[in-house]
């Protein structure tokens, strides 16, 4: 659907109702709230099947990203909390995490080495604090030379998401592998901005967003009853 094609299935299926309450708002930025709203809950129900759901991925293939992060990547305004730990810049938009994984600066045989070539490409884990702070002090579930350990931290203060990767010592990340969800497109009315989710669920972000319009409506009347 196109946005003005959005705005008016919105329109009709809010005029299918009989009851629709007098205060709701229909101003073109208040739809496209509705709307950016609506694609939100859809963001969220698919990727939370997204593991066992084919028509899942398919419906979030479009915000589905690869990339790999460098040295040039790792935050300069601060060092990791944690020992052997380095914050790593994520991109603009990042949502949630796919897959990742690290190349470490040692070779086959868990060994520093300066040659690329032979680079070992390894499995991150993500964990919590608390199992940091269960497991830090048991060798055999510490970071190796086969695992990376990865803690999210959120925002540091110069507003850079950021990922906190833990290695062994003396070990060296050279690149960060991300498979993501990104942030989908903002919906506008105002400037002819459709989704750039597949088509397949734009009628389930209008069927969505007037919900939400309606949950909105009722909730601020009951807001004014109380008052009364």
Same mark, same amino acid.
């Given at each position: 659907?196109?946005?003005?094609?959005?705005?008016?299935?919105?329109?009709?299926?809010?005029?299918?109702?009989?009851?629709?309450?007098?205060?709701?708002?229909?101003?073109?930025?208040?739809?496209?709230?509705?709307?950016?709203?609506?694609?939100?809950?859809?963001?969220?129900?698919?990727?939370?099947?997204?593991?066992?759901?084919?028509?899942?991925?398919?419906?979030?293939?479009?915000?589905?990203?690869?990339?790999?992060?460098?040295?040039?990547?790792?935050?300069?305004?601060?060092?990791?909390?944690?020992?052997?730990?380095?914050?790593?810049?994520?991109?603009?938009?990042?949502?949630?995490?796919?897959?990742?994984?690290?190349?470490?600066?040692?070779?086959?045989?868990?060994?520093?080495?300066? *040659? @690329? =070539?032979?680079? $070992?490409?390894?499995?991150?884990?993500?964990?919590? #604090?608390? /199992?940091?702070?269960?497991?830090?002090?048991?060798?055999?579930?510490?970071?190796?030379?086969?695992?990376?350990?990865?803690?999210?931290?959120?925002?540091?203060?110069?507003?850079?998401?950021?990922?906190?990767?833990? *290695? @062994? =010592?003396?070990? $060296?990340?050279?690149?960060?592998?991300?498979?993501? #969800?990104? /942030?989908?497109?903002?919906?506008?009315?105002?400037?002819?901005?459709?989704?750039?989710?597949?088509?397949?669920?734009?009628?389930?972000?209008?069927?969505?967003?007037?919900?939400?319009?309606?949950?909105?409506?009722?909730?601020?009347?009951?807001?004014?009853?109380?008052?009364?």
């Amino acid at each position: 659907m196109t946005v003005d094609e959005m705005l008016y299935a919105f329109q009709e299926k809010l005029n299918s109702f009989n009851d629709v309450p007098a205060n709701l708002q229909r101003t073109t930025s208040d739809v496209t709230y509705y709307l950016n709203e609506g694609q939100r809950r859809i963001v969220e129900y698919y990727y939370s099947n997204y593991e066992q759901s084919e028509k899942a991925r398919r419906v979030l293939a479009p915000i589905a990203i690869n990339t790999d992060l460098t040295r040039s990547d790792v935050s300069s305004t601060q060092t990791g909390h944690h020992p052997n730990g380095e914050y790593w810049k994520l991109p603009t938009g990042m949502l949630y995490t796919l897959k990742e994984e690290c190349t470490l600066n040692i070779d086959v045989n868990g060994k520093v080495t300066s *040659t @690329i =070539a032979d680079y $070992q490409r390894v499995y991150t884990r993500p964990i919590t #604090l608390d /199992t940091y702070n269960r497991h830090i002090s048991n060798p055999f579930k510490q970071p190796y030379e086969g695992c990376v350990w990865r803690v999210d931290i959120g925002n540091n203060v110069a507003n850079e998401s950021l990922h906190e990767l833990i *290695t @062994i =010592a003396g070990v $060296q990340i050279y690149m960060y592998h991300v498979a993501y #969800l990104n /942030t989908p497109a903002q919906i506008s009315i105002e400037t002819s901005t459709s989704s750039n989710l597949l088509p397949l669920v734009h009628q389930d972000i209008v069927d969505e967003a007037v919900k939400i319009a309606l949950e909105i409506a009722i909730m601020n009347n009951n807001l004014t009853n109380k008052t009364k």
